[in-house]
């Protein structure tokens, strides 16, 4: 159990309205990082962050913002959303000291209709 | 080409089978490698890092073969709970964030 909850776990929204998903950690890690899940594509980096206010993104970042305005909490928001973003949204971390393994929270369902 | 290439499969093999899955990856500066593991509708879960010199966990036995550029997983003595999606992963080539690339995952499935 790597301590991370993720909410809410799943979602239905509507198209072109905003939505923020939470990520939320206990153990004070610095590097948490945001990722979709859609089949034929496997997980893609949306933002990652390393520490509270450096974030930067990732491979599909575009229609994505995030925030780390403490170090336990990383949120990812869709301003717009889009069917596109329908996904599955999963949170992960790396512990101080152990490289590059990431651990996962356990997702948000979303589905934008 | 992608970064981390995979068989999707999916694998079909009886208990008790051996059975083997390769990954290649394209960045040849790429320093860490991992299987995780994934089971339907839940996080993915790192199984094994996988090091030069080879490394087995069990029934589980990773293997690196830098020249090749491929990772690979033997699962020997399958189990039925072994069933799920196994993921390589390889780390990328930046000065930040800790980043890994996945492959899209090879699908096993084990039967009675």
């Known amino acids: 159990d790597a301590g991370i909850t993720q909410s809410p776990r799943h979602k239905v929204t509507e198209t072109g309205t905003p939505v923020t998903l939470r990520c939320h950690q206990t153990?004070?890690?610095?590097?948490m990082y945001w990722y979709r899940q859609d089949p034929g594509h496997g997980l893609r980096l949306i933002h990652y962050?390393?520490?509270?206010?450096?974030?930067d993104k990732g491979e599909v970042s575009d229609g994505y913002s995030v925030s780390r305005s403490k170090t336990e909490d990383f949120l990812l928001t869709l301003e717009s959303a889009t069917s596109s973003q329908t996904s599955v949204y999963f949170c992960?971390?790396?512990?101080?000291?152990?490289?590059?393994?990431?651990?996962f929270g356990p997702g948000t369902r979303l589905t934008v209709l | 080409r992608k970064e981390v290439e995979q068989d999707p499969g999916p694998f079909n093999v009886p208990e008790g089978a051996t059975v083997a899955f390769n990954c290649t990856y394209s960045?040849?500066?790429?320093?860490?490698f991992f299987w995780y593991r994934q089971d339907c509708r839940k996080e993915p879960k790192l199984l094994m890092s996988?090091?030069?010199s080879g490394n087995e966990d069990g029934r589980f036995t990773a293997q690196l073969n830098r020249a090749s550029q491929y990772i690979s997983l033997l699962i020997r003595d399958s189990k039925l709970s072994d069933s799920a999606t196994y993921l390589c992963?390889?780390?990328?080539?930046?000065?930040?964030?800790?980043?890994?690339?996945f492959g899209g995952g090879t699908r096993l499935m084990v039967k009675p």
């Open positions: 153990e004070n890690h610095r590097y």
């Open positions: 960045n040849s500066a790429s320093q860490s």
């Open positions: 992963v390889v780390n990328g080539n930046n000065n930040a964030g800790n980043m890994l690339t």
């Open positions: 996988v090091y030069s």
């Open positions: 992960a971390i790396t512990p101080a000291g152990q490289g590059f393994e990431q651990f």
């Open positions: 962050s390393y520490g509270v206010k450096d974030t």
